[in-house]
């Protein structure tokens, strides 16, 4: 008799501590985020690697030192229902220009003449007059981020949602570069090169 209930208690344990074993599906890209980057193991982003989430993380576990705007580019369409670019770039010496495209039919791009007091340094006015009664398609900021240890990130968002992410460690020749493609998702690549002794 004592033998029977332990056997049966070994049936009717034994399919859930199968069960806890399974492994949860992991994607990918973050296998190949956590192949170069060990300290950025997160079971948030396993499944699906949401790229605000990475860069979240990426910034506690390595300290931003400086961060700088390097362009900004505006879709948009202006009062006559033209589409235009608008394109702020900055220069290590904190020169800012401003370009403006015309975008046509086939996606042609013309750039369109601005006076010098428009195209560097341009003020907050001159940049509403061309938005003005525009509407905005998107809205893309790209950034470097320096960080502490030679580590280095770059990323480019859409409005509040980051569409590319890299992170690079020079020191220990380890890089990830992440985009959201379209069609595929999120798509993280991991590259290493080996160290020089």
Known sequence: MRLSLISL??????PQALWAQVAKPVSVSYENVIRCFPELKDENLAFKVDLNQLKEL????????????RQRKVNYEDADKQEMN??????????????????????????????????????????????????VKNDEYSYI??????IVSTYKRNFKVIVEYDLEDRARKRSISCENQKDLGIICT???RALVK
């Open 145 to 150: 981020d320096t960080k502490l240890n030679g």
């Open 9 to 14: 208690f070994v049936v009717f344990v034994s």
């Open 190 to 192: 991991c590259s290493k």
């Open 58 to 69: 990426a910034d506690e576990k390595f300290v931003t030192a400086h961060s700088q705007l």
């Open 86 to 135: 608008l394109i702020l770039r900055t220069s290590g010496k904190k020169t800012t220009e401003l370009s403006l495209q015309q975008v046509g039919d086939k996606g042609v791009l013309t750039d369109l003449a601005l006076t010098k007091n428009q195209r560097i340094n341009p003020k907050q006015e001159i940049i509403n007059t061309f938005l003005l009664n525009a509407t």
